[in-house]
């Protein structure tokens, strides 16, 4: 009775785990045959580097280029996560060098909340403030990628705290007491020794959060303006995601269009798993046996 | 090197001070807007006016919103804590680990906007279950797979070698293991990341799109109904051009203040539940 028990429970769980494979597996077979119709008709290189996307024929051939879009998606995440990276890591120095453990345990959860507050709400805020503040400042419609850019930066935030302040502290507890016992002072040994050894594991996180940044839909939608364009600072831009969410549902199925969408969500999930695994490939080398 | 310290000193200052101004910012913010709106008829009613909810409550989106979290815990959490399990008690080869790590890895890496596409083409479509709850579901339940699993897999690995050799020793099946012992001592730390995951699901957006939400419906009774939902019924005020932004807001603070109360009320359960056996 009792080996029959656990051979239950064993099976349970093997069986939930090839459940959770299954379902991710499925999900990317199903993508990839959808988006496929599309390469019978339009070349990869003319789809990547392409500028016009005219997925119905209005005038003349349907045009499937999604170059605007794929640079407008690279373009407001590194932008994002340059600005995010200024303040998130400044702001990780802090948590792991000034604060005390009871400070640190009221700002952590604190600063996760942030995460928690749903994209929409990030989008609704960037287009009442940031949008506004832009027109005033003369860039002409409001919406522009700077603007998405910031209002991303906020996003990744918190995961770019958490993931700096670990390892900061971390670093800070294994080498401070010995700099400072040769005299330094605190800041000093900072900047000489923890940052320096911070910079490898501090580069992964970051990446690590772009591809958070170029999977977001919703908030960047809400304030880049959506117009195929070359992106710019101050100019309109649309991302992948936004041109999926914006036209998923006036697609014809099975149309060259919906093929098209299929296509795009599949560069940019491409993309994503190209990130993450390189990441946390590097990660793991990079760590080696120094796991912190 | 002196001036060098100081600008990272200066630097350290500069990015906690706008971290928690952002914050302090945010939730004042959307405090101060929303205040007004609030009140017994805006969380009991529906929504009415020329502009769909322009006038009236927002009730049956946040019994919806409820509905479209419960189906995404209820298909993804189950998965995540077996997988999470077998990663941890049953799998004995380093190679496997890696795959299933970073297939796990893949799966959050997929963009929840395509999460949708693919609900949307094959269970709507495809399947013909049309916009229901269920079809969101099924996308919500995937995004938040992975984010259960990597969370409830940390919380496995915190349990104490010690106490799984000792009761290996005395001949106890792994079953009973982690039905008697590791379950109960991860309790906090499974339900934080179950609650975590219930709240991620229930601020998204992007996985309802065309998939289960709509503009207006009843208060569901089945899973096989579309919905409202708290998060689309903003992003449609917001879009479809309603004369005053006041209800978004109101809309964004009761949504804001449900999932920020579930997720504190969770990282203080979890927290007071922390490792109980090391305090001992």
Known sequence: MRTIKNKLGQWVIGALTLMTLMSLAFVIYFIIQEALPLFAEVSLSDFLLGDRWMPIAFTGEPSFGIRNFLLGTLYVSFLAMAIASVTGIGAAIWLACVADDTIRNWLYPLISLLAGIPSVIFGLIGLTILVPFFYRLGVHPGSCVLCAAIVLAVMLLPYIISSCADTLYKLNKRYLTAATGLGVTKWYAITTVILPLSVKYLATSLMLAIGRAMGETMAVMMVMGNANLFPSLLGKGETIAAVIALEMGTAENGSLHYHGLYAAGLVLLL?????NLSMGLLRKVLLGKEEL | MRFLSKLVRIWAWLGIITVLGVLAFLFTYVYYRGRHVLSVAFLTQAPSGAVLGEEGGIYPAIIGSFWFTGTAI????????????YLVY????????????????CMAGVPSIVLGLFAYSFLVK?????????????????MILPFIEVRAEKAFQEFPVSLVQASQALGVSKTYLILHMVLPACRGEIVQS????????????????FTGAVAYASVPDSLFKPAMALPMHLYLLISQGATSIDLAYGTAF??????????LIAILYARRRHRIWKQS
Do not use: D
Request: hydrophobic share 60%; charged share 5%.
């Open chain 2, 254 to 263: 009761v949504m804001m203040a449900i999932i920020l109360v579930t997720n």
């Open chain 2, 126 to 142: 495809m399947l013909g279950l049309g916009r229901c709850i269920l079809s969101s579901g099924v996308a919500l339940g995937i």
């Open chain 2, 194 to 209: 179950i609650v975590l995951g219930g709240c991620y699901a229930m601020g998204a957006t992007a996985p309802l799109l």
């Open chain 1, 271 to 275: 993309l994503l798993f190209f990130i």
């Open chain 2, 90 to 105: 049953f799998c004995q080869s380093e190679k496997k680990v890696l795959a299933l790590r970073l297939t796990i890895q």
């Open chain 2, 74 to 85: 209820l298909l993804g959490s189950i998965p995540a804590i077996g997988t999470a399990l």
